[in-house]
């Protein structure tokens, strides 16, 4: 694991009270307990953990000396600190769950200590609460069903196919698989397209998610830039030409994080990319119903359709993200493919959650027009909290979606990121979002949580930023001296 893996996997560990070397031992402890970092691996070295975590070098000493006391770790003279492989480190490994991904790290701050201004995760929309319920006759219906459906519940397949149809991309039912939400979507069309060492092309910067799920598929990962209007189709057919990929992957409308919008011209030429090459395309649409000004182009499978364009979306960030519905919209055979590649892996979506979702996308209308009134505001306020706390860094205001991309005038969002941990505030370093861990002046700043919880986020991050400013202006000043 790398050290920025490492860093991010540790979690909210500076949060709460206590010395910040007793703290660090603790998560590190926790880590190699519950198989993050495997017995005999090496600890990151003093100097470059302490830059990382945006502490002294006298924390790291201090924690990695009581781990070696508690037997841990252990010290080898000119060589630094590794994991022991002795009994009582070996059991906790075999006993523990690995979780090695960084979104891990993410996902499992302590809420009522630190806010969450990185995730995407939104409130519930408001809708009417009859329609996360099922009726008497429906509930009798499914649990007198003893059936597996890989592919989907008709009911739910047929209002997808209804709601594609609806903007512009006609669909039949027999084109729809349901999913466990858009990251197994993901997960899916790596598995049914991507072998280990094929090459995969992303957005740089891009959905941190799709990143984690095409390298566990053992894809070699690489980016094309994202600029001012999205991808460029001339940008791409390079990148294709240069890196021969076997699947590319996109987020045309509200990209994630950046927000922009690719022309309707540019996805017709991506389409026409797709055919020419051969290489399929995935339209993640995730955060396409999120629609805050105008309303933007149809999907890229709506400008030229063939068997190589492949739509995604979900529910979880226009309704609601605990029922875990997603979706891929594909050719048939494309679809029937997927479905038994889902049969390995769960058989089928859970039947009830798919007869509330059947109920929910017919409310999408509804749903926009509910999510639309909660984050107007909340982005008109987190823009002026922006430019009220943080007049030095830059940013535009989306016209979808949930979130600001900012650049920081100076430093590394990475370092910036641990000291906010400290002031209790979760940020999202923009080295995450690249696959080449490039971007890190930059920061994904979600605007999805309450206005106090967003004033005082903001308020906390304020303070980590003069904060950091003062010790980086100190290390340079010590660097110029030394």
Do not use: C
């Not at 995730?119 to 996360?132: A, D, H, M």
């Not at 939400?181 to 072998?195: H, K, N, P, R």
């Not at 389409?271 to 339209?283: C, N, Q, R, T």
């Amino acid at each position: 694991m790398d050290l920025s893996s490492f860093v991010t996997s540790l979690g909210s560990w500076p949060s709460g009270k206590g010395a910040l070397n007793r703290k660090l031992a603790q998560a590190i402890q926790r880590a190699i307990a519950s198989g993050v970092v495997a017995p005999g691996v090496r600890l990151p070295a003093e100097r470059a953990f302490a830059k990382a975590l945006a502490v002294s070098r006298a924390t790291v000493v201090n924690a990695y000396a009581a781990l070696v006391d508690a037997g841990w770790v252990e010290s080898r003279r000119g060589s630094g600190t590794y994991v022991r492989r002795g009994s009582r480190v070996m059991h906790a490994a075999r006993e523990g769950v690995a979780a090695t991904s960084p979104l891990f790290g993410l996902i499992s701050h302590d809420r009522d200590l630190v806010i969450d201004l990185a995730l995407g995760t939104p409130y519930s929309s408001g809708l009417r609460r009859e329609l996360f319920t099922l009726g008497y006759e429906e509930e009798s219906a499914l649990l007198d069903d003893r059936m597996y459906y890989p592919l989907g519940l008709s009911v739910l397949r047929q209002a997808l196919a209804k709601r594609f149809t609806s903007i512009g991309l006609p669909t039949a039912e027999d084109q729809v698989l349901v999913t466990n939400g858009a990251q197994q979507a993901i997960s899916l069309i790596a598995a049914l397209y991507l072998q280990r060492g094929d090459a995969v092309l992303v957005e740089d910067p891009t959905y941190f998610g799709a990143i984690e799920a095409f390298r566990a598929a053992g894809a070699r990962v690489s980016s094309v830039p994202v600029g001012a209007d999205g991808v460029a189709p001339g940008v791409l057919r390079d990148r294709i030409a240069a890196t021969a990929p076997r699947l590319i992957y996109l987020t045309p409308t509200y990209q994630n994080p950046t927000g922009t919008v690719m022309p309707a011209t540019a996805r017709k030429a991506i389409s026409k990319l797709s055919a020419e090459f051969g290489v399929p395309v995935i339209d993640d649409a995730a955060l396409a119903d999120i629609v805050l000004s105008d309303s933007p182009p149809g999907p890229i499978a709506a400008y030229g359709e063939h068997e190589g364009l492949l739509t995604i979306g979900s529910i979880s960030k226009l309704i609601w993200p605990g029922l875990r519905v997603g979706w891929v919209r594909a050719a048939a055979p494309v679809v029937e493919r997927l479905g038994r590649i889902k049969t390995a892996f769960d058989l089928g979506s859970p039947l009830a959650t798919q007869a509330i979702g059947a109920k929910l996308i017919q409310a999408m209308p509804e749903a926009q027009r509910l999510r639309g009134e909660q984050l107007r505001p909340r982005r008109t306020l987190m823009a002026q909290l922006l430019k009220r706390h943080l007049p030095e860094w830059r940013f535009r205001v989306p016209d979808g979606g949930f979130f600001f991309w900012a650049r920081l005038p100076a430093g590394d969002a990475r370092e910036l990121a641990q000291v906010a941990l400290r002031h209790g505030v979760l940020i999202l370093p923009g080295s995450m979002m690249s696959a080449a861990g490039l971007y890190t002046r930059f920061v994904r700043v979600p605007f999805l949580a309450d206005p106090e919880v967003l004033r005082d986020g903001v308020a906390r991050l304020a303070g980590a930023w003069r904060e950091y400013q003062t010790g980086a202006s100190v290390a340079r000043h010590v660097s110029a001296i030394a």
